[in-house]
Nanobody, 124 residues
Framework: QVQLGESGGGLVQAGGSLRLSCAAS????????MGWFRQAPGKEREFVAI????????AYASSVKGRFTISRDNAKNTVYLQMNSLEPEDTAVYYC?????????????????WGQGTQVTVSS
């Protein structure tokens, strides 16, 4: 089993920044693909970004590209999501997820483990 714990959410004004963290732990081998998803009230969960532990491959949703940066710290087993130029439309619960292998990293169905989520609220 793999446990994921998010932190770093909060309330910020539009144009501000937040950094989310996701710490991975557990007895089994670490899944290679780490993703961030978000879910706003009344909407489906959507892909935000991914990074792979092995080679550091990254990918972003078009809505956040250029504003968000995903990174990893292998020594700390922690993945980060730096969010800049935040907009009210970024308000959501943000989830960290892990997958051992994925055919479509944008699909939440491809992820085996999920964190509990952290609330991000951006005021206008």
């Amino acid at each position: 089993q793999v446990q994921l714990g998010e932190s770093g959410g909060g309330l910020v004004q539009a144009g501000g920044s937040l950094r989310l963290s996701c710490a991975a732990s557990g007895r089994t081998a670490r899944p290679d693909v780490m993703g961030w998803f978000r879910q706003a009230p009344g909407k489906e969960r959507e892909f935000v970004a991914i990074v792979t532990w092995s080679v550091g491959f990254t990918a972003y949703a078009s809505s956040v590209k250029g504003r968000f940066t995903i990174s990893r710290d292998n020594a700390k087993n922690t993945v980060y999501l730096q969010m800049n130029s935040l907009e009210p439309e970024d308000t959501a619960v943000y989830y960290c997820a892990a997958s051992r292998s994925t055919n479509d990293y944008r699909s939440s169905r491809d992820y085996d483990y999920w964190g509990q989520g952290t609330q991000v609220t951006v005021s206008s």
